[in-house]
């Protein structure tokens, strides 16, 4: 079965700092990798995708993520926070394979200081 | 391109009464999920269909929750009778359905009930 740990529940950073989320994945097949953000009272937005390509995907609003096979990762970066980066994120895991079910993280939200 | 259309925004309803939400998918998305999230939680699964036929119910509490999605367009999920820890957002989402395809979300049904 699919799954994925996202440690911690709560980041927070300087407006202008790195931003790092942390995301392993548990799958018995190559898996599909997402990254979806949610703003209050919203649905849920793709940021990016890993299906297997470049290993270094990038994604909207400057952010971007590393598949590692050998650490079963795949961590969300961003070199400079923004103030709207303010949300909650949440990595997920699709099995390849006929049934392209989402299976999601509890998420992590991120709050920017300024 | 329109998104993922939900209805209604926002629900209140008493324990014991039933409840319908509707969701309109994208046009030509053959899969269509819907998704709980509880508050703090990531969105676990209910119910994901291709065209008008369930592919994976394996999450959905059969004793009082119920969907369809009749000519494999527009889904109907029902609660009844409703229980307090059913309160919670309900996403719906669609997609292409082929493995690695993202998964568009429309801006979810809060239910609170009381």
């Known amino acids: 079965a699919q799954s994925v740990t996202q440690l911690g529940s709560h980041v927070s950073v300087s407006e202008g700092a790195l931003v790092l989320l942390r995301c392993n994945y548990s799958?018995?097949?190559?898996?599909?990798l997402f990254w979806y953000v949610q703003y209050p009272n919203q649905g849920l937005q793709l940021l990016l995708k890993?299906?297997?390509?470049?290993?270094l995907v990038k994604g909207i609003n400057g952010f971007e993520a590393e598949f590692k096979k050998s650490e079963t990762s795949f961590h969300l970066t961003k070199p400079s926070a923004h103030m709207s980066d303010a949300a909650e994120y949440f990595c997920?895991?699709?099995?390849?394979?006929?049934?392209?079910?989402?299976?999601f993280g509890k998420g992590i939200t991120l709050s920017v200081r300024p | 391109e329109a998104g993922v259309a939900q209805s209604p925004r926002y629900k209140i309803i008493e324990k014991r009464q039933s409840v319908a939400f509707w969701c309109n998918p994208i046009?030509?998305?053959?899969?269509l999920y819907w998704y709980q999230q509880i508050l703090g939680q990531g969105p676990k699964l209910l119910i994901q269909?291709?065209?008008?036929?369930?592919?994976?119910d394996s999450q959905l509490p059969k004793d009082r929750f119920s969907a369809e999605r009749l000519k494999g367009v527009d889904s109907t999920l029902k609660i009844q009778p409703a229980k307090l820890e059913d309160s919670a957002v309900y996403l719906c989402?669609?997609?292409?359905?082929?493995?690695?395809?993202?998964?568009?979300f429309g801006q979810g049904t809060r239910l609170t009930v009381v």
């Open positions: 989402a669609s997609s292409f359905g082929q493995a690695g395809t993202e998964a568009f």
């Open positions: 799958s018995s097949v190559p898996p599909y």
């Open positions: 890993y299906t297997s390509a470049a290993t």
């Open positions: 997920a895991v699709s099995e390849s394979g006929a049934n392209s079910k989402l299976t």
């Open positions: 046009s030509g998305h053959a899969t």
């Open positions: 269909f291709q065209n008008n036929g369930v592919v994976d």
